[in-house]
T-cell receptor, first 114, second 113 residues
């Protein structure tokens, strides 16, 4: 069964460094998302992406964040200068064309900023 | 604006006992409703969803949920839990005017042998 895959599963980075989290959505899906879950807190929406542009973003998704679909298969989240409070589990998700009613999630990347 | 409330942060229950995990939502528009499960060190897996039609929906692993529009609730139930049901459960809504999923804070279900 096709699935959303994320790499790496765990990333440790120093404060101020740039990180790129990678996701490969399910191949025929059209909407892509990033969510994050700070330890012990709820899953929070960051951004949605459709037709090679951001369709919605939350207040969390400030200028430090960017997303890209560089090659038609990968979907990346870049954090330019990481802060301690960026430590969280980051989930990528995608939805089927014409049926954005069910999101398929990846296993997540645990980002630890030290 | 949409919001999802899961009042119970932790629910311990004995094996083979029934369980109900509560979810209430608020929204100014119609929504689709979901329950996701997160097993330790894994991603979010869809348990069940309500889009339209019958208000009682059945999902995987013997779970079911009932949509109650007047009470704006979508409680998750299972008549007899197993040890393997120990996980974090998230209720989510997707307003049918947009592409976002709004999640509750989650309920940690612990099944006690």
């Amino acid at each position: 069964e096709p699935e959303v895959t994320q790499t790496p599963s765990h990333q440790v980075t120093q404060m101020g460094q740039e990180v790129i989290l990678r996701c490969v959505p399910i191949s025929n899906h059209l909407y892509f998302y990033w969510y994050r879950q700070i330890l012990g807190q709820k899953v929070e929406f960051l951004v949605s992406f459709y037709n090679n542009e951001i369709s919605e973003k939350s207040e969390i998704f400030d200028d430090q964040f960017s997303v890209e679909r560089p090659d038609g298969s990968n979907f990346t989240l870049k954090i330019r200068s990481t802060k301690l409070e960026d430590s969280a589990m980051y989930f990528c998700a995608s939805t089927r064309p014409s049926m954005n009613t069910e999101a398929f999630f990846g296993q997540g990347t645990r980002l630890t900023v030290v | 604006a949409q919001s999802v409330t899961q009042l119970d942060s932790q629910v311990p229950v004995f094996e083979e006992a029934p369980v109900e995990l509560r979810c209430n939502y608020s929204s100014s528009v119609s929504v689709y409703l979901f329950w996701y499960v997160q097993y330790p060190n894994q991603g979010l897996q869809l348990l069940l969803k309500y889009l339209s039609g019958s208000t009682l929906v059945k999902g995987i692993n013997g779970f079911e949920a009932e949509f109650n529009k007047s009470q704006t609730s979508f409680h998750l139930r299972k008549p007899s839990v197993h040890i393997s049901d120990t996980a974090e459960y998230f209720c989510a809504v997707n307003p049918n005017t947009g592409n976002q999923f709004y999640f509750g804070t989650g309920t940690s279900l612990t099944v006690i042998p």
